[in-house]
T-cell receptor, first 109, second 114 residues
Framework: EDQVTQSPEALRLQEGESSSLNCSYT??????LFWYRQDPGKGPEFLFT???AGEEKEKERLKATLTKKESFLHITAPKPEDSATYLC??????????FGKGTKLTVNP | NAGVMQNPRHLVRRRGQEARLRCSPM?????VYWYRQLPEEGLKFMVY????????ESGMPKERFSAEFPKEGPSILRIQQVVRGDSAAYFC????????????FGPGTRLTVT
């Protein structure tokens, strides 16, 4: 059974304090690893798709990386508007996405 | 290009009533997925549909829940005889392709059963 574990559950940073979120996964036949951002009361917003180990993608202050067992979401010099819950999901042998419980990020000014 | 649309955004039902949740995928997307998010839990897959076909319903409860995606009109998630445990946020997502294609989510319908 495909599984995703995200850590930490919650993270508080000061504005400008860089850090990383972890997503560990087990999946049979990875077809894609996805990162989403979810704000309170809203639907998940797509950020990145990674397909193979060694792949990296960037968007503004966010950079996602992938190994055979985990993915990291690096946040460089975060701002208060980066505060949200970040979700990781994998797609394996079927079309469904299997999600982790997320990391709630708070960036204080 | 409008995103995934869901309605209603909020729905209150009494125990035993029926709930109907609607989802219109993004233009050009033919793959629709429904997920449920319970308080303090992650998103859980329920069902995957293409036009007029249920492809994977492995996450759907065996009783009271059904889904359809007709040739014309939105996808519908139907919950009969709702119970308090059905209270959750229900999200619809659509994708232009399978096998690694990203899924774009709607704003969700928040169902409250009283």
């Amino acid at each position: 059974e495909d599984q995703v574990t995200q850590s930490p559950e919650a993270l508080r940073l000061q504005e400008g304090e860089s850090s990383s979120l972890n997503c560990s996964y087990t999946v049979s036949g990875l077809r894609g690893l996805f990162w989403y951002r979810q704000d309170p009361g809203k639907g998940p917003e797509f950020l990145f798709t990674l397909y193979s180990a060694g792949e990296e993608k960037e968007k503004e202050r966010l950079k996602a990386t992938l190994t055979k067992k985990e993915s990291f979401l690096h946040i460089t010099a975060p701002k208060p508007e980066d505060s949200a819950t970040y979700l990781c999901a994998v797609q394996g042998g079927s079309e469904k996405l299997v999600f982790g419980k997320g990391t709630k990020l708070t960036v204080n000014p | 290009n409008a995103g995934v649309m869901q309605n209603p955004r909020h729905l209150v039902r009494r125990r035993g009533q029926e709930a109907r949740l609607r989802c219109s995928p993004m233009k050009g997307h033919s793959h629709v997925y429904w997920y449920r998010q319970l308080p303090e839990e992650g998103l859980k897959f329920m069902v995957y549909l293409q036009k007029e076909n249920i492809i994977d319903e492995s996450g759907m409860p065996k009783e009271r829940f059904s889904a359809e995606f007709p040739k014309e009109g939105p996808s519908i998630l139907r919950i009969q005889q709702v119970v308090r445990g059905d209270s959750a946020a229900y999200f619809c997502a659509s994708s232009p392709r399978t096998s690694g294609g990203e899924q774009y989510f709607g704003p969700g319908t928040r169902l409250t059963v009283t």
